[in-house]
């Protein structure tokens, strides 16, 4: 198993044997539930969210965060994650507080 950057160079969860494809996190996008406000992040800060996991040494194949095994693409679009990297990760969770301006 290579290394990058310090880091193994595979999936957290899976094996080199599994990949999902870029066209598969397009389908999942499309569903109903990546459409509700309620939910999702605004068109600003997921394309912010996703600018800082584009720079992250932790990105693998452009899709996949080694750091915890989740699609960034996906869980950029929801408010309810956070980046997992230890010490407070490089973008945090939207709160319903944070949300309203309170």
């Not at 198993?1 to 595979?10: A, S, T």
């Not at 452009?62 to 980046?83: M, W």
Request: net charge neutral; proline share 5%; charged share 25%.
């Amino acid at each position: 198993m290579e290394r990058h950057n310090g880091y193994r160079d595979e999936c957290k969860g899976c094996g080199s044997n599994y990949q999902v494809s870029s066209s598969d996190i397009d389908r999942m996008l499309a569903a109903p539930i990546f459409s509700r406000s309620d939910v999702c992040v605004s068109d600003d800060e997921y394309n912010a969210r996703l600018q800082v996991c584009r720079s992250c040494p932790r990105l693998l194949d452009g899709e996949t965060c080694s750091a915890c095994g989740c699609y960034v693409r996906v869980a950029a679009k929801l408010k309810s994650k956070s980046c997992p990297l230890p010490g407070g990760g490089l973008w945090p969770a939207v709160t319903s507080e944070a949300a309203s301006g309170k």
